[in-house]
T-cell receptor
Framework: GNSVTQMEGPVTLSEEAFLTINCTYTATGYPSLFWYVQYPGEGLQLLLKATKADDKGSNKGFEATYRKETTSFHLEKGSVQVSDSAVYFC??????????FGKGTKLSVKP | NAGVTQTPKFQVLKTGQSMTLQCAQD?????MSWYRQDPGMGLRLIHYSVGAGITDQGEVPNGYNVSRSTTEDFPLRLLSAAPSQTSVYFC??????????????FGPGTRLTVL
């Protein structure tokens, strides 16, 4: 069945460091791909999405490109801030209209 | 718009008790769903609804019931709580009945502990 694998955390970075969180997927067809972010004590918010191959989603300095050939959707940011500390979830659109999530990657950014 | 609201925020139950987790949205979304979030597991789908009067099971439906009598509300019922149902529960909604490209909007969650 469809599934998402993302890198295990936690990830700890210094402010202004480069961020990459790896995400790969297994799916039939070409589902939409998403990154959601969960700040402490809150629900999930959409960070960015891509609906077809080679699409690049971007928001708040974060980017991810839908790579069909490598079945990947890696999240990147050139310069992280303390306020980016959160848990990041990679997800794909499921056949039930739902989201199929990876296990999440906790990011901590130190000043 | 209030978006997706959930009550209560926290709840402690004893094994065997029943309760209802409330979820409401004011965005006129057709699709609503319930997830549970467990450490190291991501979020897993419990039940979902593509419109009023229509519900279906997700990945982990056992021990839970849902109904959708209105577009706005989608309550989740625990029939007889068990310690394995200790989790954080999220309700989500999105426009569109079947398409999975739309943004899903999540509520703030209910943290449930079953003793």
């Amino acid at each position: 069945g469809n599934s998402v694998t993302q890198m295990e955390g936690p990830v700890t970075l210094s402010e202004e460091a480069f961020l990459t969180i790896n995400c790969t997927y297994t799916a039939t067809g070409y589902p939409s791909l998403f990154w959601y972010v969960q700040y402490p004590g809150e629900g999930l918010q959409l960070l960015l999405k891509a609906t077809k191959a080679d699409d690049k989603g971007s928001n708040k300095g974060f980017e991810a490109t839908y790579r069909k050939e490598t079945t990947s959707f890696h999240l990147e940011k050139g310069s992280v801030q303390v306020s980016d500390s959160a848990v990041y979830f990679c997800a794909l659109g499921g056949s039930q209209g739902n989201l199929i999530f990876g296990k999440g990657t906790k990011l901590s950014v130190k000043p | 718009n209030a978006g997706v609201t959930q009550t209560p925020k926290f709840q402690v139950l004893k094994t065997g008790q029943s309760m209802t987790l409330q979820c409401a949205q004011d965005m006129n979304h057709e699709y609503m769903s319930w997830y549970r979030q467990d450490p190291g597991m991501g979020l897993r789908l419990i039940h979902y609804s593509v419109g009023a009067g229509i519900t279906d099971q997700g990945e982990v439906p056992n021990g839970y019931n849902v109904s959708r009598s209105t577009t706005e509300d989608f309550p989740l019922r625990l029939l007889s709580a068990a310690p394995s149902q200790t989790s954080v529960y999220f309700c989500a909604s999105r426009p569109g009945g079947g398409r999975s490209t739309d943004t899903q909007y999540f509520g703030p969650g209910t943290r449930l502990t079953v003793l």
